[in-house]
């Protein structure tokens, strides 16, 4: 059983950020969630990641309907600084956390801890997320636990990542 909370488009002053929004996804908010998407993978996680291994997991050919189509079936949320996009998350139905990007000059402001408090209220029940190297201590933090670590396979080169849950 799920049940999502509806969020009131709201903002609050961050660290190094100006008024920051989170509200909810919007069709027209994809092809700047897909760019962001792109550019957060080939810069954040270059230091865990080799070259080969980002352009297969970003390839910058991302399916903008069907993503589009991903967003509106989750519960999908994006962070807003003065009508710039920053950051992004969704979460399904079973609990499930499928994506938390955030814009590399944002890293460290508090935006993916705001997104990911939303994400985590808007559902019952454990979370389940694949945390990339880059993003496992993120979710340590929030009391997250490895329950295994997995090599994905992506046009024939492997990437790791971590199957972590939240027990709630």
């Not at 352009?55 to 050919?61: C, I, L, N, Q, S």
């Not at 996009?85 to 944002?106: E, M, N, P, S």
Request: proline residues 1%.
């Amino acid at each position: 059983m799920y049940v999502y909370r509806r969020i009131e488009q709201r903002g609050r002053l961050l660290s190094g950020v100006g008024k920051m929004f989170i509200r909810e996804y919007r069709t027209s908010d994809c092809k700047a969630l897909a760019e962001l998407f792109y550019n957060t993978v080939h810069t954040v996680n270059a230091k865990d990641y080799s070259r080969e291994q980002l352009d297969v997991w970003a390839t910058g050919e991302i399916d903008l309907e069907s993503w589009n189509q991903s967003f509106q079936e989750h519960y999908s949320i994006v962070a807003v600084d003065d009508k710039t996009i920053v950051g992004f998350g969704d979460i399904d139905k079973t609990g499930y956390l499928d994506r938390l990007f955030v814009h590399a000059d944002y890293q460290g402001k508090g935006i993916a801890t705001d997104i990911c408090n939303h994400l985590e209220q808007a559902v019952q029940g454990n979370i389940v997320t694949h945390a990339s190297i880059t993003a496992r201590p993120f979710f340590e933090k929030r009391c997250y636990k490895v329950v295994k670590e997995q090599q994905v396979e992506r046009r024939g080169i492997f990437l790791t990542n971590f199957v972590m849950v939240k027990e709630r």
